[in-house]
């Protein structure tokens, strides 16, 4: 359990609530003035709510409640590509790490919560996993230098940042379509709200399927920092409380192996990361019963 606290968006008896993660279960924190945990982190109050729950009972117990994915509605989900040095090597094409990062959008009807199947499109069998830390963005602003960035960081999460591999090359430039199928992706289970600069520093990163780890890494060694992300993205947009940056996958995706490997009903993927948590999920078929 992390130290800083786990706060969640759920839904439980009905309704979609927030509030925190304890060893007993869900404590709903849930109040009219902050309908989501989205407006928690615009009033910067993550860490208020982690206290308030410390000596609260549960409201749910374990099993009495359904993870959705952290931040509902999020102005804009950005995913950074090829950002780690062993993915930038994976793509044998004989360059050398790019000097500005590869960016492309989500919408957030692609992402599940912790614990829910992530959906195998009837339109293709090529589901893949992708495992990435996550910032959360709580002070917003545009032409954010380097030195003040993680000021603006609210919490930390986990992504599987599902892709459908033949559909990222359906086009010449982008890879949009295959990242946004409904449902492929997950983010979760909780935010950890950010406190400083150790908690992403140097953390270990893994993705396991089925058990077996498929990758492997540290965010030391990411090709553009946490703080370069959000200097590179300020620049052309303005970042907004809520809005969630999904900071790229280490080598060992399905795709790189030979022959592929993709996901497929029954699979079970946990993406990890120290001091963060880990973000599980199952597959299911398109229109089968989930």
Known sequence: MSKYGRLATVEAAGKV???AITDKGFVDLTRPEWPSLREVVEAGALRRLVDEAAN??????EGEFTY??????PEKIICVGVNYPDRNEEYKDGQAAPSNPSLFPRFPRSFVGHGVPLTRPMVSPQLDYEGEVV???GKGGRHI???NALDHVAALTLCDEGTVRDWVRHAKFNVTQGKNFDGTGSIGPWLVPYVLEDQIADIRLTTRVNGEIRQDDRT??????FRKLI???STFTTLVPGDVIVTGTPTGAGARFDPPIWLKPGDVIEVEAEGIGTLRNGVADEGVSQ
């Open 231 to 233: 200097n590179y993205i």
């Open 145 to 147: 230098s380097e030195a």
């Open 220 to 225: 030391s060694r990411m090709i553009f920092s």
């Open 56 to 61: 609260r009972p549960a409201d749910f117990a």
């Open 17 to 19: 609530r927030y509030g």
């Open 135 to 137: 910032l959360v963005i």
């Open 68 to 73: 959705a994915i952290p931040v509902p509605s």
